[in-house]
């Protein structure tokens, strides 16, 4: 059947991680179970409990099967999953690429769609007759805007196409990439392949609508920071302190007294002093940051796994839980929200860079370790909490722990954050650090195991 006049001119979209790019040349973009079947491996962006609910979701027409039978695409350019994916901080925009297909290929008989996401537990309704695509909510799907007023829309905006088992790459119109640079890296991928790309587009009107980004920054950056560009301002803001050096002129000799003058002075820095009456619009933070700061310390002091450190590693886990939030600062940063601060997920970046200043001109000496451990509790300081409570990947921090004694920092850190916030997060933390805590030690040891000759 034809497509309707209206819907002609479309396409459809599948985005995927650029690490998928070379086996879907050589193989084609593949359904998640012939993926399986076949042995593939594949970079998965996907929520663990949606893919549960989609290897059962049976398809009604068409091929039948179950959508994972299926290479699934969105009617959308830019779709609430995408969101929900960056916003678990398990991937970074700038990788991920949007492969585009005509809306003529629902013609075929071996594609069905959907009106709503294929992701819930009461399934959509499945169609095989492209003259039904009236059926969908267009004005939904065509919203640039980036939420919908209702959960009922919000689905209806990810209604899907799928092709079943497999779609082979010279099927794909155009592709949409973040970047310059990474339009060079896709056309340097199909030249690897001797296989020629279809257009590659990555600015202006089209592709601004694909990706979300940080408008608060007012420029074209990512919403949220993903596991590569965090490890990046991790390493850069280590490198930065290292290079630069500290100030001989310094107000405090080393990080002991920093610390005794924070103690005295929660102000004695510009960075907290910022913090001091800043209010946030998250209903979860109850306390302005300077008093949650202070709060964090508090409960840091009690918890057993503080207890359990060394002197000079409570030393520097004390610091950076003074330092940890200064990133949501300082207050002129909102000033155009009336100087309360928005939710800014980021502001772990933030800190990390902030903190470049305090350690090159505010102390006169600091050990190169200091500097590592300093930056990597400030910069990871919601790692583990979002690993147990909003389904972060377990390996961001297998890859930074470093040692037992830096993962028990971050796990002492982690723990009175949350203990300041909300006390039935901290009892789920603190419930399955132990288990998580015995998995990354695990990792640590057989990664630094010798090899057996």
């Known amino acids: 059947m034809p497509i309707p006049p209206a819907h002609s001119g479309r396409f459809i979209y599948h985005f995927t991680h650029l690490d998928n790019l070379q086996n879907i040349l050589?193989?084609?973009?593949?359904?998640?179970?012939?993926?399986?079947?076949?042995?593939?491996?594949?970079?998965?962006?996907?929520?663990?409990?949606?893919?549960?609910?989609?290897?059962?979701?049976q398809v009604t027409c068409g091929p039948g099967g179950v959508v994972h039978d299926y290479v699934p695409f969105y009617f959308c350019a830019r779709s609430s999953m995408l969101l929900s994916v960056v916003n678990a901080k398990n991937v970074d925009q700038l990788f991920l690429i949007y492969l585009a297909i005509p809306i003529s290929i629902l013609q075929q008989e071996d594609v069905v769609f959907t009106n709503a996401s294929a992701n819930t537990a009461i399934p959509p309704?499945?169609?095989?007759?492209?003259?039904?695509?009236?059926?969908?909510?267009?004005?939904?799907i065509c919203s640039k805007k980036w939420s919908m007023p209702d959960e009922a829309q919000k689905q209806a905006r990810m209604a899907e196409a799928l092709?079943?088992?497999?779609?082979?790459?010279?099927?794909?119109?155009?592709?949409?990439?973040?970047?310059?640079?990474?339009?060079?890296?896709?056309?340097?991928?199909?030249?690897?392949e001797e296989k020629s790309p279809p257009k590659i587009e990555f600015d202006g009107h089209n592709s601004q609508y694909h990706y979300f980004t940080n408008f608060l920054s007012g420029e074209r950056t990512s919403i949220v920071t993903g596991p590569y560009?965090?490890?990046?301002?991790?390493?850069?803001?280590?490198?930065?302190?290292?290079?630069?050096?500290?100030?001989?002129?310094a107000s405090h000799k080393n990080i002991a007294a920093l610390l005794t003058a924070l103690r005295a002075d929660f102000n004695c820095l510009p960075e907290t002093a910022g913090l001091?009456?800043?209010?946030?619009?998250?209903?979860?933070?109850?306390?302005?940051?300077?008093?949650?700061?202070?709060?964090?310390?508090?409960?840091?002091?009690?918890?057993?796994?503080?207890?359990?450190?060394?002197?000079?590693d409570q030393m520097l886990t004390e610091v950076a839980a003074y330092l940890h939030d200064i990133g949501k600062g300082p207050k002129e940063r909102w000033k155009d929200n009336g100087g309360i601060q928005k939710a800014d997920p980021d502001h772990p970046i933030g800190s990390v860079k902030m903190l470049r200043r305090i350690l090159t001109e505010e102390i006169t000496t600091i050990?190169?370790?200091?500097?590592?451990?300093l930056a990597k509790l400030v910069c990871y300081h919601d790692l583990i909490g979002d690993i147990i409570a909003k389904g972060r990947d377990l390996e961001q921090l297998e890859a930074i722990a470093g040692s037992e004694q830096e993962l028990d920092m971050l796990i002492a850190l982690n723990l009175a954050d949350a203990k300041a916030v909300v006390q039935g997060w901290y009892v789920q933390l603190a419930r399955e650090v132990p288990a998580l805590r015995t998995s990354v030690l695990a990792k640590l040891n057989a990664t630094s195991a010798p090899e057996a000759e």
């Open 229 to 249: 560009c965090t490890k990046l301002a991790f390493e850069e803001s280590v490198e930065y302190i290292k290079t630069k050096g500290q100030s001989a002129s």
């Open 125 to 140: 309704t499945f169609f095989s007759d492209p003259t039904q695509l009236d059926s969908l909510n267009w004005g939904a």
């Open 276 to 312: 001091d009456g800043l209010k946030s619009d998250n209903f979860i933070h109850k306390e302005d940051a300077g008093t949650h700061t202070r709060s964090v310390i508090r409960e840091l002091k009690a918890l057993p796994q503080f207890a359990s450190l060394s002197p000079n």
């Open 367 to 373: 050990k190169s370790r200091s500097i590592q451990v």
């Open 26 to 57: 050589r193989d084609g973009l593949l359904s998640h179970k012939l993926l399986g079947q076949q042995g593939k491996t594949h970079k998965s962006i996907a929520s663990s409990e949606i893919q549960e609910r989609r290897a059962k979701m």
């Open 163 to 192: 092709i079943y088992q497999k779609v082979d790459i010279t099927q794909v119109a155009h592709l949409i990439v973040w970047n310059d640079p990474i339009k060079k890296k896709v056309e340097k991928i199909f030249a690897s």
